[in-house]
């Protein structure tokens, strides 16, 4: 059992947890995902890490309610835990496996979309911690949805903070911000974008006119989390990928957004993924190559 040691409401729907899990403190890293499971009946959950503390062993989370599971997850309270805590999941942040030195010189921007803020926080801090400065544009539909200001504000070198009906902040989408930031003077050579898929399919198509290289956290469906039920596989370039094993991280420029988009709808009922399973054939299951999930 990993039980829950802090709760905590950050806006409407939105909840953090801090939950004992040692094994996966210790070894996580920015980038990295979990997937967590209430009890026997209770759906798999996957949940990107978006804070860890190594010596206390415990793994900070954070979600929305947005489907019966996460309806009963808002209810768990301190001193309550969940029946499993799998991780961590998935590959590291790109950057930090980079020289930090030639980190230093990149000019890097991030833009967290709505809970996407959550994931974008544990890599902007593990940059400020390395000295390595960056700039974060962080957006939500209105100033009630907004969180985790303060503690961006604290690691990052500029915060930009927008909100689509000009409740709070610049009035507009983090795509606005990053164009006149540029039109302003600020020049990129590294983007991060995570938030909803729509969000960062449209930063993709801003950062590919302005020439700046992006690498996106993609988040669809997944089940297992080792590639095997084919829930998050995704079409980047002319290859085939899954989320879970080969990201979430990919490069923007190259992820068939309108494709995951569709198959994420699909997805979602019987009828759908009997209709994927047969229209992608042995490319269906993939991820590890050793769970024979396509046989």
Sequence with gaps: MYPIVKKEKLA?????????????AKTCEPGQFVIVKMDEEGE????????????????TIVFQTVGASTERMQYLNEGDAFLDFVGPLGCASELVDMDTEELKKK???????????????PQVKWLHEHGIDCDVIMGSRTKDLLFFTDKMEKVASNLYVTTDDGSYGFHGMGTDQLQALVDAGHTYNHCVAIGPMIMMKFVCLLTKKLEIPTIVSMNPIMVDGTGMCGACRLTVGDEVKFACV??????????????????QQLYKTEEGRAMLKLKEGDTHHGGCGHCGGGE
């Design 246 to 263: 080969d990201g979430p991280e990919f490069d923007g420029h190259l992820v068939d957004f309108d494709q995951a988009m569709k198959r």
């Design 107 to 121: 000019k890097i921007v991030f833009i967290a979309g709505g809970v996407g803020t959550a994931p974008v926080y």
């Design 44 to 59: 798999r959950i996957p949940l990107t890490i978006c804070d860890y503390d190594r010596a206390e062993g415990t793994i």
């Design 12 to 24: 409407d729907k939105i909840f953090l947890m801090d939950v004992k899990a040692p094994r996966v």
